[in-house]
């Protein structure tokens, strides 16, 4: 649960920013933006497929990791000044999406005793509500320092709280 709130309070608020930073830093119109919004989810298939064909043995660390790629291919993004560039990082995004996603309730669901299944998945929407703060936050923050370094500075705390729970909770790392 922790990963969940984590991920959504400094990864999701991600895509209030892409529109602006498509606009202000990368000069595209409507349709570029549009196929640079896509490269996320092309991404997340992408990678979904590729859990799937090779199966999840280490759930906890695809989860992780996923998350922590999202996070780093956001960072990236928030300092490229090359639509090309931006594209491939936000796909790179998508790859690590699709890590967290697919583990996201598989983990709950097995860790889980299953007269307590509903009340963790409860937790989960609890944890995916946070992303309302972070959406609150980094559109406060950009009005301070700018879209780019307000991205930069929630993924890359993102990135550090991320491998902070990986390094603290031992069962992330856990092959079972």
Same mark, same amino acid.
């Given at each position: 649960?922790l990963?969940t709130?984590? !991920?959504?309070?400094?990864?999701?608020?991600?895509?209030?920013?892409?529109?602006?930073i498509?606009?202000?830093?990368l000069?595209v119109?409507?349709? !570029?933006?549009?196929i640079l919004a896509?490269? %996320?989810g092309?991404?997340?298939?992408t990678?979904?497929?590729?859990?799937?064909?090779?199966?999840?043995? *280490?759930?906890?660390t695809? $989860? %992780?990791l996923?998350a922590?790629l999202m996070?780093?291919g956001?960072?990236m993004?928030?300092f490229?000044? %090359? $639509?090309?560039?931006?594209?491939?990082?936000?796909f790179?995004a998508?790859i690590?999406?699709?890590?967290f996603?697919?583990m996201q /309730?598989?983990?709950? !669901? &097995?860790?889980? &005793?299953?007269e307590? *299944?509903?009340?963790?998945?409860?937790g989960?929407?609890?944890?995916?509500?946070s992303? @309302?703060?972070?959406?609150?936050f980094?559109g406060?923050l950009? &009005?301070? @320092?700018g879209?780019?370094k307000?991205?930069?500075m929630?993924?890359?705390?993102? /990135?550090? @709280?991320? !491998?902070?729970? $990986?390094?603290?909770?031992?069962?992330?790392?856990?092959?079972?």
């Open positions: 649960i990963v709130v984590a !991920l959504n309070f400094f990864g999701f608020p991600h895509v209030q920013l892409v529109p602006v498509a606009r202000d830093i000069n119109g409507s349709t !570029l933006y549009g896509s490269a %996320t092309l991404g997340a298939i990678g979904t497929l590729v859990i799937a064909s090779l199966g999840a043995r *280490r759930k906890g695809i $989860y %992780t996923g922590t996070l780093t956001i960072f993004f928030s490229s000044t %090359t $639509y090309a560039i931006s594209l491939m990082l936000m790179i998508g690590g999406l699709s890590g996603v697919t /309730i598989a983990l709950v !669901l &097995e860790g889980a &005793e299953p307590m *299944r509903g009340r963790a998945l409860g989960i929407a609890l944890g995916i509500g992303a @309302v703060f972070g959406v609150l980094v406060q950009a &009005e301070i @320092v879209a780019q307000a991205l930069a929630l993924s890359g705390s993102g /990135i550090i @709280v991320m !491998l902070l729970l $990986y390094w603290k909770l031992p069962t992330l790392r856990s092959s079972k």
